[in-house]
């Protein structure tokens, strides 16, 4: 219902100067009695009066406010668990909605609809097969949907497995929510792969663990076997005893990696006697294994404790091969058939020239450096060798420093709540003097002398022009180490930065014109695969238009062949519909007249949440309806639920709206003053006058 109401912004006896404007200029106009005789003279004047009045009538600005009101009845959300687990009960459910809705909607309330993955669902195409469970989530999507509107009731129907996100139970809404409960709660004789725990990297030769965890119900005095298989394979078998009727049992493989890529693995329990699902019987994991680890060269001058130091931070991450020498102990380097990706000098170049020929041999190879100057270390061979610093000697004079972090550093992802343990560790010893940052180079730490702080570097790095060096230009490394430790129980934050200090020079450039990548690694049946392109130009420029033809295979499948165009718009490439697998693609495109390829892996992941757990769970579904003000039913509690509702349904909802409008704003507002205009000129016309 809509109510209009003229407003003026002027006081009301301005309508009588309106008014007498218009009486004034149609005395003036039509005084002198026309050839049309003085009738006609006063229907013209009346019209140029009116017409007058009502244009000076519109300056005054007059308002028009509009108040709708709308009578919104009460809204009742009917949402359906649409997963796997229900679909033995689909028809079931199609009908009980059905009959539902139309109860509802014949007592006056408005019915909407919403599943696990859509609103406004039409029941006779749902589907059943939703991979996963998740009735927070629906309860909160409803709440997002319907914030502001006069939502009093949700009626959640569902067997109450949930196997992802939170538990509804703790999470309150704004409106009642009831719970019509389906399913089989009488617990069914099972045995199942309930999970298995593995890393999800592991190195060409090497061995690792596969951690099984089996759950059982009612098979008690039975026994089971568990097979490991790969490629078809199987690897090992074990043989367990059911001794009890809840039954949890764990197993470890041990697996050594023979091959290189993403491998799957596959961990399958015989079906035992009397089993109700075999589905949850088998679990696919996926190991990538990798063939080498960086290769990083620690050198000493001469003892040390830094470098026994340096040697544990590098060796506790798995991604890192330590070769580790004192020269002035051995002079002669390890052999090795790969080359190094990072080399550690500690205190090279020296006094004593021990090693120091070996830093330009480095440099020529394009390795990368990381400097860790001492006592015994020499400044000016220092100089000499290295594009990062300059440092200017006052005499052989040492300072005590400690760290202090430079907030503009952005090259490694730090964080500086965590660094301010630095200013409470031991000082390290650096050399006195004039330090000179080169062209380049960023300072990580500057050098604190007591509570001053100074703009000296402490460590630092360059990676330009494809020489990465890094320096630390004090010793006492492994006081640092200790004194974390005394103060925080571990050594975490030292060695959380020389990693990430020890990534970023050791990590490879990709310097490649073309790349086709797949955004994630690891996808799950049923998403969609984005692959992202990119194609540089000599002086690596982003560059658009190129045909670019995709091809996948998963061994298993024929392989498929995709062509698509990069543009600057659309830098994504989309791939659907895909089996679960390891995928491997190949992807080809002509940058500048050569041909150029790329070859990559990614995982589709089997999602066999809704297999884990059969037994439907009506104690949540009471709980949620009780903690939402709202009732617990089953299907036989349907017509006595809906005249419940009808009984305490909440007055309908009034929502008014008002609307202010200058009046001037109206389309027939100017259609009417155009047809007196019009009128007026053609009386006259017709009366013989102008």
Same mark, same amino acid.
């Given at each position: ?11 009301? /006896? ?21 050839? /049309? ?7 013209? #004047? ?33 949402? =359906? ?38 609103? %406004? ?16 989530? !629906? !309860? ?18 569902? @067997? ?45 030769? %090497? ?127 390890? $052999?090795?058939? $790969? ?49 990062? !610093? ?24 730090? @964080? ?51 020489? $990465? ?42 310097? +490649? ?78 940058? @500048? ?22 037994? #439907?769970?009506?104690?949540?579904? +009471? ?25 305490? +349904? ?13 009046? =001037? ?26």
């Amino acid at each position: 219902m809509v109510h209009s109401e003229l407003l003026f912004q002027t006081p009301p /006896w301005f309508l009588v100067l309106c008014i007498l404007a218009g009486a004034a200029y149609a005395l003036l106009l039509y005084r002198p009695v026309g050839p /049309w005789g003085a009738r006609w003279n006063w229907f013209l #004047a009346g019209v140029r009066g009116f017409l007058i009045a009502f244009i000076v009538f519109l300056l005054l600005n007059p308002l028009v406010r509009n108040t709708t009101t709308l009578t919104e009845k009460a809204k009742i959300v009917l949402a =359906i668990d649409n997963s796997a687990s229900m679909a033995p009960y689909a028809q079931e459910v199609r009908a009980l909605a059905k009959s539902l809705s139309s109860q509802l909607e014949e007592k006056d309330f408005d019915v909407s609809w919403q599943s696990l993955n859509e609103n %406004n669902v039409n029941l006779d195409s749902l589907q059943f097969d939703f991979p996963e469970t998740d009735l927070s989530t !629906l !309860l909160a999507t409803v709440k997002r949907q319907y914030e502001g509107q006069h939502l009093t009731d949700l009626v959640l129907i569902s @067997d109450g497995i949930v196997n992802r996100g939170l538990s509804p139970i703790y999470k309150p809404m704004p409106f009642r929510v009831n719970t019509l409960a389906l399913g089989d709660t009488t617990p069914v004789a099972d045995l199942r792969v309930s999970e298995v725990v593995h890393n999800k990297v592991a190195y060409l030769g %090497n061995k690792f663990p596969i951690k099984v965890e089996l759950v059982g119900q009612g098979l008690e005095g039975k026994r089971a076997t568990v097979l490991l298989k790969h490629g078809g394979k199987v690897l090992e078998s074990r043989s367990v005893g059911i001794d009890r009727k809840e039954y949890y049992q764990e197993l470890t493989f041990e697996v050594t990696s023979t091959e290189k890529g993403v491998q799957r693995y596959t961990v399958s329990v015989v079906p035992v006697s009397g089993e109700y699902s075999k589905e949850n019987n088998d679990k696919d994991v996926y190991i990538d294994i990798i063939d080498g680890r960086q290769r990083i060269l620690l050198l000493g001058a001469v003892p040390h404790p830094d470098l026994k130091a340096l040697k544990a931070i590098l060796e506790s991450d798995d991604n890192y091969e330590v070769v580790s020498q004192v020269l002035s102990v051995n002079a002669t380097l390890p $052999k090795s058939a $790969k080359p190094y990706d990072l080399v550690i000098l500690h205190q090279i170049p020296n006094n004593m020239n021990i090693g120091n020929q070996l830093i330009s041999n480095f440099r020529e190879t394009n390795t990368p450096l990381l400097f860790v100057l001492g006592n015994q270390s020499s400044t000016s061979a220092f100089n000499t060798l290295n594009q990062a !610093l300059q440092i200017v000697e006052n005499g052989n004079q040492k300072d005590l420093v400690r760290g202090k972090y430079n907030t503009s550093f952005h090259l490694l992802n730090l @964080d500086e709540k965590e660094l301010d343990v630095l200013g409470k560790l031991p000082p390290l010893s650096v050399p006195f003097g004039d330090y000179q940052i080169r062209t380049g180079a960023e300072a990580i730490l500057y050098q604190q002398v007591g509570s001053v702080p100074t703009t000296k570097p402490l460590l630092l790095v360059r990676m330009a022009d494809g020489n $990465k060096t890094g320096v630390l230009t004090g010793e006492g490394l492994w006081a640092w180490r200790q004194e974390e430790f005394l103060l925080t129980g571990q050594q975490e934050v030292v060695d959380k930065l020389f990693k990430k200090l020890v990534q970023l020079l050791s990590v490879k450039e990709d310097k +490649r014109k073309f790349r086709v990548y797949p955004v994630k690694n690891e996808y799950l049946e049923g998403e969609t695969v984005d692959f992202r392109t990119e194609v540089y130009n000599q002086v690596y420029e982003s560059v658009y238009g190129n045909d670019i033809k995709l091809e996948l295979a998963d061994g298993q499948h024929s392989p498929k062949s995709y062509n698509y165009r990069v543009s600057k718009e659309m830098p994504k490439y989309q791939i659907s519909a895909l089996d679960n697998g390891v995928y491997r693609f190949k992807a080809s495109a002509n940058i @500048d007249g050569a041909n150029e390829e790329v070859t990559g892996q990614f995982i589709i992941k089997k999602q066999d949440l809704e297999q884990g757990s059969t037994t #439907a769970d009506f104690g949540l579904l +009471r709980e949620v309806a009780q903690n939402n003000g709202g009732t617990f039913l089953e299907k036989e509690g349907i017509a006595s639920f809906v005249e419940n509702l009808q009984a305490n +349904r909440p007055a309908d909802r009034l929502d008014v709206a008002e609307r202010l409008q200058g009046i =001037i704003h109206y389309w027939w507002i100017a259609l009417l003053i155009i047809l007196l205009m019009t009128m007026e000129w053609g009386l006259r016309k017709y009366l013989g006058a102008y």
